[in-house]
């Protein structure tokens, strides 16, 4: 059975910092590529992040570039996601998908991000 | 990076079939056949219902099913249950290696 457990999330102020991190389970996660998708309360999906399987490319919504950095771990079988510079509008559910070909297949049950002073 | 529109809402009684549209650009659903569509209820993570454009993940029912037009996808629920009242999001390849979502459809079974 596919899992994928995000932690980390929490209440943080504004220009904080939080790590995020996803345990995955179920499949070869070394062969995937592992994406980052948030949900602000009440409003639509969004792609945050994505990374390549070996973890040589990444790439990111224009709105956290510079601000976010998303890394695995293949060994320990983890997806994470450094977040800094943190700002009020990042306050979201983070969700950790797997990819395959710009589809999410698999979700996490996801981890509550709020910003706020 | 603008997102796809969809209609806040659609709704339809059980048994009937209900229509989500989903229209975004030349450069995202008009370029590519990787439109996908995720069903999620309250408080649950997105589930993925169709993935390009008109496939059917296992153990998705086959009342869900999908097409493209131009730059405009859509997704039909036929034979509406009261199981398939939920948020429905489509979403794209808008090149990039990005992916751009819909804001979503509150689809009520009345």
């Known amino acids: 059975e596919v899992q994928l457990v995000e932690s980390g999330g929490g209440l943080v102020q504004p220009g904080g910092s939080l790590r995020l991190s996803c345990s995955v389970s179920g499949f070869t996660f070394s062969r995937h590529y592992m994406s980052w998708v948030r949900q602000a309360p009440g409003k639509g999906l969004e792609w945050v992040a994505k990374?390549?399987?070996?973890?040589?490319?990444?790439s990111y919504v224009d709105s956290v570039k510079g601000r976010f950095t998303i890394s695995r771990d293949n060994a320990k079988n983890s997806l994470y996601l450094q977040m800094s510079s943190l700002r009020v509008e990042d306050t979201a559910i983070y969700y950790c998908?797997?990819?395959?070909?710009?589809?999410?297949?698999?979700w996490g049950q996801g981890t509550l991000v709020s910003v706020s002073s | 990076q603008s997102g796809l529109t969809q209609p806040p809402s659609a709704s339809g009684s059980p048994g009937q079939s209900v229509t989500i549209s989903c229209t975004g650009t030349?450069?995202?659903?008009?370029?590519?056949?990787?439109v996908s569509w995720y069903q999620q209820h309250p408080g649950k993570a997105p589930k993925l219902m169709l993935y390009?454009?008109?496939k059917r993940p296992s153990g998705v029912p086959d009342r869900f099913s999908g097409s493209k037009s131009g730059n405009t996808a859509s997704l039909t629920v036929s034979g509406l249950q009261a199981e398939d009242e939920a948020d429905y999001y489509c979403s794209s390849y808008a090149g990039s290696k990005n992916v751009i979502f819909g804001g979503g459809t509150k689809l009520t079974v009345l």
């Open positions: 990374i390549r399987p070996d973890g040589s490319a990444k």
């Open positions: 390009e454009v008109n």
């Open positions: 998908a797997k990819e395959e070909y710009y589809r999410y297949d698999y």
């Open positions: 030349s450069s995202d659903i008009g370029a590519y056949n990787y």
